[in-house]
């Protein structure tokens, strides 16, 4: 068998058992809204280290071994990298959240954001990020650490990042369907959601990709994926300590900074894989 027909097996079967635990979360979905225990089981346990426990079960599957799975820290040389994974999230959404309130004249929003607060949310952040970004291991070892090595031999680089950003996003679709399923909310403002996180994810999903070929760890992937999921929330509490009105709307100005901050986040990010690719030695 050919390494190209190999690593398309191995993908095949990944994603195959991925896709079995997605189907789990739905079957479970009511036993998991009545009881805390089964959600704690389902979700924390079972779905969100899914992408590494399909991972590993490939591994054995196909008798490819354990060896390469990026489990090593590589700080030697790769602080900045560290440093990048923790700060390009909150520079991210800074300018997402903080530019379209200042530039539409109402900077007077803002008043919760004192030097001292905005500096206690960093190291907050920081201080958490040892320890419970850690959980999302999960995650980045099965897809940045496995499915975007088998995809990229298969797809190329730029192929990777989409379709790989596009089957990370579904994955979540569970999620993002939650209050459509629980009927907190109406199916058309769900798909309208999931839209958004498709390309939002599928975007950062390329920052992710580049950030685990360039130091050849996932480690520094699973420090911005947290700091991806915390610094939203994190903004938002600082904003809550300010001025805006119950029914602020931005209108236009906030919808181009938030797809144009993410376009450019894909453009330079696959840019620089690409730079990386030629720059690495032909393989036989």
Known sequence: MTAKKENA????????????FVLLYFVFIKPMNESNTVFFIIYYCLFSFSPAIASLITRAVTKEGFRDMKLHLNLSGNLKWYLLA?????IFFSVRILLPVIIS???SWLRGFTFQ?????????????????IGLLGE????????????EPLFGTFVTCLIGGIVWSLWHLPMDMAGWLDGECTLSYSLMMCGGRLLLLTCFGTFLMWLTKKT???FPAVVAHFMFNQSQGAWGELLAQGNIPENADLGMISSVFEYATMILLVVVFIGLLLREKKKSPKTA
């Open 86 to 90: 923790f700060g390009l999230p909150l």
């Open 9 to 20: 097996k191995r993908l095949g079967i990944f994603l195959l058992i991925v896709s079995l």
């Open 216 to 218: 050849d760890s996932v």
């Open 117 to 133: 607060k905005v500096l206690a949310t960093v190291f907050m952040l920081a201080s958490l990020t040892a320890v419970q970004s």
């Open 105 to 107: 004249g109402h900077s």
């Open 140 to 151: 980045e070892l099965g897809w940045r650490g496995y499915m975007n090595q088998k995809m």
